[in-house]
């Protein structure tokens, strides 16, 4: 049984307890001595150890993804908590509560789907409403997108993210059709829960969360298409603009060929889809961070190397990493045995930043503007090219958006 989890280690701490493998490396020390580095994680976290010694003893126990009893010391080193291991042995699955080590959504599964349901059974357009019924009537399917977590590493990287993940975007993109009456807003919400539907066979998360086979080889975006594809193959009559529409969504959700997008977005509906899914990712991706990675006395994080800086924390804030509700889930669903965690408290509404006065505004501009600028160019990709506009420089992991 397990004992203690990572989000309770301290530093100095004598730890005793079962952990879950999700990455080991062997590597050589400056003085040719061997010594291992594990990636090991439980439901509330992960946390790094290190073997210095019996390496060599140590490392034919167990593989990557196998369950170990862990007896170690905790340290702070650079700024977080790392175990320096004196001793593991391997542990059987038949042995352990797979509860215990994978991380859930803390938001209840079966809310979230009755929201998503009500959401679908309120779209004014019949067409993109039997595509989607068309999905969430398959009760495989919806075992699976309740299950999956959204991502490898980037954002809501637990179970339960991917359908978090893609009702908050369907939130998010309801509050934006209020405000801009011309998108087509059953098109768009559409798009919002298809998203990212190819990444319930793209991420295995029986144990560690990775990519399967074919994630690697083919990906969430074509893996998904060829899901519609396959259920408009179903549906009688389905008209095929409307059909080339949701597919280009999906097509185009990554907004840039850098990004691992096949398209770029070229209807109102995908750059906003594009701008949507990348915020609320990156709300989670970011918050998540901060949460786990504030070092022990200190308003920053460690630095966090995708994101390719530090984040600053005052000592009052909390976690906000999904959109708010946009109305109550509708009719009753099927149970969905997903395990959920406590909430976090929400963070308070940022300070608004101080004026810039007139002179300081005309003053920027002028530096900002660049020689030869003449009149517009034909598109934003133009007008923007040289400059880096991106939030995070680090995409090695784009299409883990």
């Not at 009893?69 to 291991?85: E, T």
């Not at 939130?171 to 209020?178: I, K, P, Q, T």
């Not at 793209?202 to 990775?210: I, P, V």
């Amino acid at each position: 049984m397990k004992s203690v989890y990572i989000e309770a280690i301290r530093e100095r701490d004598q730890v005793d307890s079962l952990f879950l493998v999700r990455d080991k490396t062997l590597a050589l020390a400056k003085n040719g001595k061997p010594y291992m580095t594990l990636r090991l994680m439980d439901r509330t976290g992960e946390v790094e150890a290190r073997v210095w010694d019996r390496v060599d003893q140590l490392d034919s126990l167990f593989a990557k993804d196998d369950f170990i009893r862990v007896r170690a010391k905790a340290s702070v080193y650079l700024g977080k908590m790392q175990l320096v291991v004196s001793d593991l042995q391997p542990v059987a699955e038949e042995q352990v509560d797979l509860a215990d080590f994978l991380p859930v959504s803390s938001a209840d599964p079966q809310q979230m789907l009755q929201e998503v349901l009500g959401l679908i059974a309120a779209m004014t357009d019949g067409d993109y409403r039997r595509l989607l019924q068309a999905f969430f009537a398959d009760a495989d399917f919806v075992a699976l997108f309740c299950q999956a977590p959204a991502a490898k590493s980037m954002h809501h990287v637990y179970l339960g993210g991917l359908l978090e993940h893609s009702l908050s975007v369907a939130r998010l993109a309801g509050d934006v059709c209020r405000r801009y009456p011309a998108i087509n807003a059953d098109l768009l919400l559409c798009g919002a829960l298809l998203h990212d539907i190819g990444k319930v066979a793209e991420l295995r998360y029986r144990r560690s969360f990775d990519y399967t086979d074919e994630g690697k080889l083919i990906g969430h975006i074509v893996m998904g298409v060829e899901m519609i594809d396959e259920r408009l193959r179903q549906l009688a009559d389905f008209p095929p603009l409307k059909a080339m529409l949701i597919k280009h969504l999906l097509l185009a959700h990554h907004g840039q060929y850098d990004y691992g997008s096949p398209k770029r977005p070229k209807t109102l509906e995908a750059v906003v889809l594009n701008f949507i899914d990348d915020l609320d990712s990156k709300i989670n991706g970011v918050s998540a961070h901060i949460e786990r990675e504030t070092a022990a006395g200190s308003d920053w994080t460690s630095y966090h190397r995708l994101y390719d800086r530090y984040f600053f924390r005052p000592p009052t804030a909390g976690r906000t990493t999904s959109a708010a509700p946009l109305s109550p889930g509708a009719e009753s669903v099927p149970s969905v045995q997903v395990v959920t965690r406590p909430c976090a408290t929400q963070a308070p509404a940022p300070t608004a930043p101080a004026m810039t006065t007139e002179a300081e505004a005309k003053k920027t501009a002028a530096k900002t503007v660049r020689p030869g600028s003449g009149p517009l160019k034909a598109s934003l990709a133009d007008q923007f090219a040289g400059l880096n506009l991106e939030l995070f420089s680090d995409r090695e992991e784009a299409h883990d958006r």
